[in-house]
C-alpha cells in the first residue's frame, strides 16, 4: 500500500514538473507537452497547429514516460487509460483552462478554447500501472519520419565569408 502511495505521488510530481511527456498508443511514442490536473495528464491535439495524437483513442490505453526536466533522463513509467474528453462538459472545461495557461504561441488567444471544442480533442490520461523499474537496454528508437532535412548544399560564398582574412590596418 505504501508503495502504491509513493509511486503515484512520484508519477504525480515527474509529470507536472516535466515539460514534455512520451506517450505511445498504437503508435511509435511522441512527445507531448500537457498539463497535470486533478490526478491526470491532459493533453490537447489533433487539430490545425496543435500535436498530433496518434494512436490514443477513448478507451484505450498509452504507456507514458516521464523524463526529468534537468537531465533528459527516464524517471518514471506508467500506463495510463485513456479518456476524451466532450467540447464543453465540466471535465473539459476545468482542463482547458489548465491547457490554456500553457499553451505556447497560440495564433488565436483568447478564441483558442473556441478552437479546440471545436476543431481538436482533449485528452486525460489517468494513471493505472505504474513502473519504477529501470528497463534493459537504451529503449532508443529511430525517428519517426519526416519531410524535414538539413542537408542542403552549402552555398558558394559562404566558406569565403566565414574565412575571410581581416586586413591589418598600419
Known amino acids: 500500500m505504501t508503495e502504491t502511495l509513493l509511486a503515484r505521488a512520484l508519477v504525480e510530481e515527474a509529470t507536472k514538473k516535466s515539460g514534455l511527456i512520451w506517450v505511445r498508443g498504437d503508435e511509435p511514442a511522441r512527445a507531448l507537452w500537457h498539463v497535470w490536473h486533478e490526478g ?15 494512436g490514443l483513442v477513448d478507451g484505450g490505453t498509452a504507456e507514458v514516460t516521464v523524463r526529468s526536466k534537468d537531465k533528459g533522463g527516464r524517471l518514471i513509467a506508467w500506463t495510463a487509460r485513456v479518456t476524451e474528453l466532450a467540447p464543453r462538459s465540466e471535465a473539459w472545461e476545468a482542463a482547458v483552462a489548465e491547457l490554456k495557461g500553457k ?49 542542403q548544399p552549402v552555398p558558394e560564398g559562404l566558406p569565403r565569408l566565414l574565412f575571410k582574412r581581416k586586413k591589418r590596418r598600419g
Open 40 to 54: 491526470a495528464a491532459h493533453l490537447v491535439g489533433d487539430g490545425p497547429g496543435e500535436q498530433p495524437l496518434p
Open 103 to 151: 499553451r505556447l504561441n497560440a495564433p488565436d488567444g483568447e478564441r483558442m478554447p473556441q478552437r479546440w471544442a471545436d476543431e481538436c480533442r482533449v485528452l486525460r490520461l489517468t494513471p493505472q500501472d505504474i513502473s519504477t523499474e529501470l528497463p534493459d537496454g537504451s529503449l532508443a528508437a529511430a525517428p519517426l519520419p519526416t519531410s524535414a532535412t538539413t542537408r
